[in-house]
């Protein structure tokens, strides 16, 4: 349901038809942030517009892949405990920031306390991203490939970058024509990915938990 004060354009409305993501958190529970009997909460697409500071294609995508991840890592319990999970990502991107953010894989100095992983040696097409996440009560790991080329190919794609770089470069260098292009898109980018409107766009698969485990130990040890 749309929030009556949401500052997003009416063009997202459909945002507000997203399923939100359950996840448990004992740490809310202990600090008093819940009410009395409550031990999980909800986040939505909309939080994630939040805190990117608009509504975008790299926040649908990393929703989208999160939302996969926990569905596919459940066993016996149905809601799933936030900062229990570890991403090893291919790329350093925003996309994976934004999984990170909602299962709680926070990047730290100390090294053993890390839990969201850069592989650079993981080969990968353009704008192919690939995800390795676990859930360690449960023991359980999955890949998940998110196939950003497939919803408009990689020459449009690249028109819409270099529109955002131009942006950067100088602001009134963005025609208006430019300007439409890149809004219309984005709209219909971003449905496409939260409606499953491309088939192949994520590729989801289970993997072994004690491989996951000895990669993320690899990782860990020659950083």
């Not at 509504?55 to 649908?60: D, E, H, I, P, S």
């Not at 709680?104 to 992983?117: A, E, T, V």
């Not at 360690?136 to 770089?165: C, F, S, T």
Request: include cysteine.
């Amino acid at each position: 349901m749309k929030n009556k004060n949401s500052q997003w354009h009416s063009n997202y409305d459909f945002i507000y038809e997203i399923l939100p993501l359950i996840l448990s958190y004992p740490h809310g529970v202990f600090t008093g942030s819940f009410k009395p009997g409550v031990s999980f909460y909800k986040l939505h697409f909309e939080d994630v517009c939040s805190f990117l500071g608009h509504v975008c294609l790299c926040g649908a995508g990393g929703y989208k892949i999160a939302q996969l991840a926990m569905e596919n890592l459940k066993k016996d319990s149905p809601i799933l405990e936030k900062d229990k999970f570890t991403i090893i990502s291919s790329k350093d991107h925003t996309i994976g920031d934004v999984v990170a953010i909602i299962l709680g894989c926070s990047r730290r100095n100390d090294l053993q306390k890390n839990k969201y992983l850069i592989d650079d040696s993981i080969k990968a097409n353009k704008r192919e991203y690939h995800y390795h996440i676990a859930y360690h009560p449960n023991k359980k790991a999955v890949q998940i490939i998110y196939r950003k080329h497939l919803l408009i190919g990689n020459e449009q794609m690249d028109k819409l970058w270099q529109i955002e770089l131009a942006l950067d470069k100088d602001p009134h260098s963005i025609t208006e024509s430019n300007k439409k292009l890149y809004h219309d898109a984005m709209i219909d980018l971003v449905k496409d990915v939260l409606l499953d409107r491309k088939p192949g766009l994520f590729e989801m698969q289970s993997i072994p938990y004690s491989l996951f485990e000895m990669n993320m130990e690899s990782m860990k040890g020659n950083i």
